[in-house]
């Protein structure tokens, strides 16, 4: 079994193509599965979302473990104002 992902943009016409590897054979029976991921129906919403994140102790440990990949970085390559 063989998964392959393709993200688009639905249409104006609502309608999508899906483009089939030559090495699958003619008349091989797929699955095709549609996901729908329900976007934010407004601005306010959005905000809403976002000042839930703050909360979200996944997203809040994510965001140290990248700030303290990053701190090695940042202080690389910076010369001190007196010339050290």
């Not at 609502?14 to 054979?25: D, L, S, T």
Request: hydrophobic share 40%; net charge negative.
């Amino acid at each position: 079994m063989e998964a392959i992902r393709q993200i688009v943009r639905i249409p104006k016409d609502h309608e999508i193509g899906i483009k089939i590897p030559q090495y699958v054979p003619e008349n091989e029976t797929v699955e095709v599965i549609l996901i729908i991921k329900k976007m934010p129906d407004s601005f306010k919403q959005k905000i809403e979302e976002l000042k839930e994140a703050v909360r979200d102790d996944l997203f809040l440990d994510d965001l140290v473990d990248v700030s303290e990949d990053f701190i090695t970085v940042d202080s690389e390559g910076w010369v001190e104002e007196n010339g050290v």
